[in-house]
């Protein structure tokens, strides 16, 4: 399912390589991390544009929100709050999320592809908590120093 994803979605595609690489040899991570890092920006801007964002667009953005609160990943880093943020926003308006958040919505009658949904919001949530806390911790550490 997930081939399937990366195909209609370059942004997807190249955070799972953006992962991947860091677990090849150092070399090849530090010779590729940079490349693939600007690429995933570039798509992410464009697709931060636009509406009715696809379910592709979220799984993107839990990726990233976590490869970028991992220790060690700067300065290749994104804010993953800003990001988990915008995702937020933009869940509310997609018709791949949107129906899920509905207070209607009822999990007893749900299509199997529904457990999708409600599990890529569910990592988005926790990847937003993860950058809240991540966030708080670093602000306290700035502000003891």
């Given at each position: 399912m997930l081939q399937l994803q990366t195909t209609k979605s370059r942004l997807l595609?190249?955070?799972v390589l953006l992962i991947a690489v860091r677990h090849k040899t150092q070399e090849l991570a530090d010779q590729l991390a940079p490349k693939l890092f600007h690429e995933v920006r570039?798509?992410?801007q464009q697709a931060m544009l636009a509406a009715d964002q696809p379910i592709e667009f979220f799984q993107a953005v839990v990726i990233l929100s976590l490869w970028s609160s991992t220790i060690g990943q700067r300065p290749l880093s994104i804010d993953s709050w800003l990001l988990t943020s915008h995702a937020f926003?933009?869940?509310t308006s997609s018709p791949a999320i949107a129906h899920i958040l509905q207070p209607s919505y009822q999990r007893a009658t749900s299509?199997?592809?529904d457990l999708d949904v409600i599990y890529i919001w569910n990592h988005l949530c926790v990847a937003h908590l993860q950058s809240v806390d991540h966030s708080a911790m670093s602000s306290s550490v700035n502000i003891t120093v």
């Open positions: 595609l190249y955070s570039r798509l992410l926003v933009q869940a299509r199997e592809c």
